[in-house]
């Protein structure tokens, strides 16, 4: 990692010498091309994938949630760990904000704001665990799944909900991300604030970067005097708060909540925090903003041209793959 | 001297408590029929948690069972609905689940990328492809011979539960006893040293891929006999209890270390759980909710001595 840079010397994929200069630059500037790319075709090839309609209605509010569920993961990665529970902290959420409104007739934003709390309780409770009682977060996060999952069941018990197949509808909702406030549509001020609040908490705050310097080196960190357990928690609970707004975003944009609604999140929001690594050389607010919307935009403009929605799993598998291997290159061309 | 005696018995002392509290709480729990269910539940479970601990003793991890599973169900139904012979099938789905791993387990040694990354994305691309082939509806197996594989008996012994010990006593020697699996052992605790003592790394993780494929096929195989079809999400359910008993597996016999034994005794524990529970009626919402207690509680136990926090390589 230390070695200065030697463009001479060639580096070896997969067992082929390839030039350091010809292999730089598509890994420098191709996601940025891609991306330009695939916009260019889809708005040459979906008719009705720029109308505001298409772009206010599905693309920002698809957008909002993966961006914010994205970013949740993306903290937790950044110091070195991973968050298995960001899609079950958004359907928990979801769920309460859905039953207080339906029916507690509470207001939207009281009941978001009880949904996030819940949330946030899911991500101390993991920080808490990895930080300061040292389980691997893989184990943590993967029991919150569990204990979460029969949480949610109380919860639906108590709220009335019978049996798991059953569903809560809230269809006075489903405009919300779409009202037009100050000129931009609801999602688009959602993803706006919430993209320069995280670039703010994690980039520019001190803990930010503490966070940063354990996720590099957690050994450097703690001889350096940092608070690494201190730290570690607070990536989680940023993770519980970001995916649970995700879940109230989620609820109010397919109108019902049900049991496992938000779990399919999981992959994506696992996927997404890399594939934006991958295109920057390193994690950062922005390239999981980036890749966020590169994903949402591919699907979106897929499902327009007819393409079944389950194939969108492939895709992102065949984008993470790429992502990964896009990564170990770079590795290896700065470091080797 | 307690804290290391926690450390290192707490979890199974717990497991046997709590197998005490099972028998308390219901008579027929240790019945003969129970037990065989018990077995028979826990086959699947174990099967693919014994082929990922393979993978996890070689220091890989490998979550691709999850798309291995669903699209060798699709393709089992598929292929005995085509009128091919029940055996030829099931070698087949075990071949190319075979070969899977084989593929994963190269993408990953040969490039030397992350496992835990790639196995993800493998998941991702045969679940797509199970959709492809199975168009995402319930395929259901009505042959007789092929059923009756899993629904025969010896005695009052299901054959599952027969394959279940065969399958534990054959791993069991091939990682504990064998040469090879020391050497797999080996290359889990350092690939370094390993090389340097004269082995091929990469081959044994290769080779650890390959057979945890090969348990991945055989375990979708019981899986889809078992419940006559290939559901669109049967490998998904299977994601999270695979690893679950896995790394309960890391919490007992050799702690903090994958295991076999350990995997078992995991599985046998979930398997419990879900047994009991439906034995004494108790609310759904309990199941997951004492199943995450019994994780955390179990690997709490085992990581009280030196509380360091843990992190993933990505």
Known sequence: MNQPLSPSRPVRIAGINVSRKIVSFPIRYGFLLTFVLVIGVLVAVAPGFLSPMNLAGN???????????????????????????????????????????????????AASLVGIACGTVAGVISGVLVGYVGISPFIATLAAIFWIRGSQYVIAATGGMQGAGTSIYLS????????VVL???????????????????????????????????????????????????????????????????????????????GESYLLNAFAVPIIGMAAFGQLSVFGTTLAAFFVVFIVNGLSILGMDISFMNVLTGVLLFISVVLAGIRRRIQGD | MLRTLITK???????????????????????????????????????????LTIVMVTGEIDLSYGGTVALGATLLAKLIGGEWPTAWSILTVVGSAAVIGLITGLIIVKMRLPSFIVSVAAMFVLDGLNFAIGGGTTLWITEPSALSLVNGRIGIIPYPAVFLVFLVLVTGYMLERTRMGAHLEATGQSVTAAHFAGLNPFHLKLLAFTIAG????????IQALRMSGAMRFAGQDLLL????????????????????????????????????????????AFVPIIEGLVLVSAVSLSAMRERRIVQIQM
């Open chain 2, 214 to 221: 090969v348990l991945y096929g055989v375990g979708t195989t």
């Open chain 1, 172 to 179: 006075n909702l489903t405009g919300y991300l779409q009202q």
């Open chain 2, 9 to 51: 018995h707490g979890v199974l002392f717990v497991t046997i408590l709590f197998w005490l509290a099972c028998v308390i709480a219901s008579p027929v729990f240790l019945s003969s029929s129970n037990i065989m269910n018990l077995l028979v539940q826990m086959t699947v479970l174990t099967t693919v948690g014994i082929g």
């Open chain 2, 241 to 284: 209890p695979v690893m679950t008993v896995a790394y309960f597996g890391q919490t007992v016999f050799r702690v903090g270390r994958p295991n076999l034994w350990g995997t078992v005794l995991g599985a046998l524990l979930v398997a419990s759980l879900e047994n009991i529970f439906s034995l004494i009626r108790a609310h759904f």
């Open chain 1, 59 to 109: 693309v920002l509010a698809e957008a909002s949630i993966l961006v914010t569920i994205s970013l949740g993961m993306t903290a937790v990665m950044l110091g070195g760990g991973v968050d298995l529970s960001v899609g079950a902290v958004a359907g928990i959420s979801g769920m309460t904000m859905a039953l207080l409104v339906s029916k507690a007739g509470w207001g939207i934003l």
């Open chain 1, 183 to 261: 000129g931009l549509p609801t999602s688009a001020w959602i993803v706006l604030i919430t993209v320069g609040l995280a670039h703010l908490s994690l980039e520019k705050t001190q803990s930010g970067r503490q966070l940063r310097f354990v996720g590099m080196n957690i050994f450097a960190a703690l001889y350096s005097g940092l608070s690494v357990r201190r730290l570690t928690m607070y990536s989680y609970v940023v993770s519980g708060v970001l995916s649970s707004l995700a879940g109230v975003l989620l609820v109010i944009r397919q109108g019902y909540v049900m049991m496992g609604t």
